[in-house]
């Protein structure tokens, strides 16, 4: 056997042997080779969050905070100790006479898609009260993919500024909360700005739907600093992403280059900061999916789930098409080295941009009344009700 043979073979047993751990209690353990956490086998629990926003022209600074905000949300929600599978889902909404009534995005763990149409979500329209919140709110209850999974934790925000439309003929949110209780879905509102006309009805809401109200200053309220680390992150995150390859069907590649059209839309649109909570997601075991998407090559050849040599022509990466088979796994395992490094460095990273973060909300009081504290606490306790345990706190 040549050295270079001999290197991917010692290369493929060396990743074996840490793909997979022996039996631990009843369930197989193994350590997933691109995050370097822990996963079990059996099933993990399901968390399915839906933002049902306000997109008229008053909401402006509210939109922008959850473009900014949305990754830090994911990964405090990932944060469980079971690592719950994440899925997120958007309604956009406005009035009667506006561009659009309500735009609706399904739940989906593509985090990336999800936020590749949140960064097209502008304010314009409105400019009076009520909006078209019943619709909005129907549409979240009944338009969407919920999870059937007894072990899920499944809840809506509902973000905005002024109360529903009572006179028109639809069904009304007396109605439409009941629906969602009864598929187990939890109901907070978030109340921006303080027209007083709509704190009833967003009271009512939240406590028809076993949720919790929050009313917070017109641009949400949400702590939102940079640190000194997230252009590096953001850069090593870029760099993350350029070692997926795809294989399968023509239609499986087809939909896979939809997800990198995404990632390269936010790569070049969103801001350093949000793209290094993007970068601090991804590199956990709650952002695997997200990372990875569907039929992804270097995983699935670590973790034995593929054998290359046996993968016909066509379902290869167009990448490796004009290789030979040596050269195919020697290019397979050197991205794997260079992922493993990778998460390696934004690990490191976002333990440093962590405790800069930590500084800054000590610096300023703790916090305890900001967007994010009274999130987690929300989700803290009624996803305890589904069986998740939180305990890090907010992700910034």
């Given at each position: 056997m040549n050295t270079k043979l001999l290197g991917i073979a010692?290369?493929?047993?060396?990743?074996?042997?840490?793909?997979?751990?022996?039996?631990?209690?009843?369930?197989?353990?193994?350590?997933?080779?691109?995050?370097?956490?822990?996963?079990?086998?059996?099933?993990?629990?399901?968390?399915?969050?839906?933002?049902?926003?306000?997109?008229?022209?008053?909401?402006g600074g509210l939109i922008q905070t959850a473009k900014e905000k949305i990754w830090s949300i994911a990964t405090t929600m990932?944060?469980?100790?079971?690592?719950?599978?994440?899925?997120?889902?958007?309604?956009?909404?406005?009035?009667?006479?506006?561009?659009?009534?309500?735009?609706?995005?399904?739940l989906?763990?593509?985090?990336?898609?999800?936020?590749?149409?949140?960064?097209?979500f502008e304010a314009d329209g409105g400019g009076d009260t009520p909006e078209s919140v019943n619709k909005a709110l129907y549409d979240a209850v009944h338009n969407?993919?919920?999870?059937?999974?007894?072990?899920?934790?499944?809840?809506?925000?509902?973000?905005?500024?002024?109360?529903?439309?009572?006179?028109?003929?639809?069904?009304?949110?007396?109605?439409i909360v009941a629906s969602a209780l009864d598929k187990g879905i939890v109901i907070n509102t978030i109340q921006c700005g303080d027209i007083a006309s709509a704190i009833d009805p967003?009271?009512?809401?939240?406590?028809?739907?076993?949720?919790?109200?929050?009313?917070?200053?017109?641009?949400?309220?949400?702590?939102?600093?940079?640190?000194?680390?997230?252009?590096?992150?953001?850069?090593?995150?870029?760099?993350?992403?350029?070692?997926r390859l795809y294989y399968g069907t023509e239609e499986e590649k087809e939909k896979m280059r939809g997800k990198v059209a995404a990632t390269d839309k936010l790569h070049e649109g969103a801001s350093f900061a949000s793209r290094a909570r993007r970068g601090v997601f991804n590199a956990s075991a709650g952002g695997r999916t997200n990372l990875l998407g569907e039929n992804e090559l270097v995983a699935a050849v670590a973790s034995g789930t593929v054998d290359l040599s046996k993968l016909e022509e066509d379902a290869l990466p167009a990448a490796l098409k004009p290789m030979a088979p040596a050269e195919q796994k020697a290019f397979v395992a050197e991205l794997a080295e260079e992922r493993a490094d990778l998460q390696r460095q934004i690990r490191e990273l976002s333990q440093d941009r962590d405790g800069y973060l930590a500084k800054k909300v000590d610096e300023a009081g703790g916090l305890a009344d900001s967007l994010d504290q009274k999130l987690y606490d929300a989700v803290k306790e009624q996803a305890g009700e589904a069986g998740l345990e939180y305990e890090d706190g907010p992700a910034y």
């Open positions: 010692l290369f493929g047993i060396t990743l074996a042997a840490i793909v997979y751990y022996p039996q631990l209690s009843a369930k197989t353990i193994q350590v997933d080779p691109l995050i370097g956490h822990h996963i079990t086998a059996n099933e993990n629990p399901k968390v399915d969050v839906v933002f049902v926003l306000d997109t008229t022209g008053s909401m990932a944060s469980a100790q079971q690592t719950p599978e994440i899925r997120i889902g958007l309604v956009a909404y406005r009035d009667h006479g506006d561009s659009y009534v309500t735009k609706v995005v399904d989906s763990d593509d985090l990336d898609s999800v936020y590749a149409t949140l960064m097209d969407m993919s919920w999870s059937q999974q007894d072990q899920a934790y499944q809840v809506i925000f509902l973000v905005g500024d002024a109360p529903p439309h009572m006179d028109y003929n639809e069904v009304r949110y007396p109605e967003w009271t009512q809401i939240a406590s028809l739907g076993d949720g919790n109200f929050f009313q917070v200053e017109q641009a949400g309220g949400a702590v939102a600093y940079t640190t000194p680390f997230d252009e590096d992150i953001a850069v090593l995150s870029a760099q993350l992403d350029d070692t």
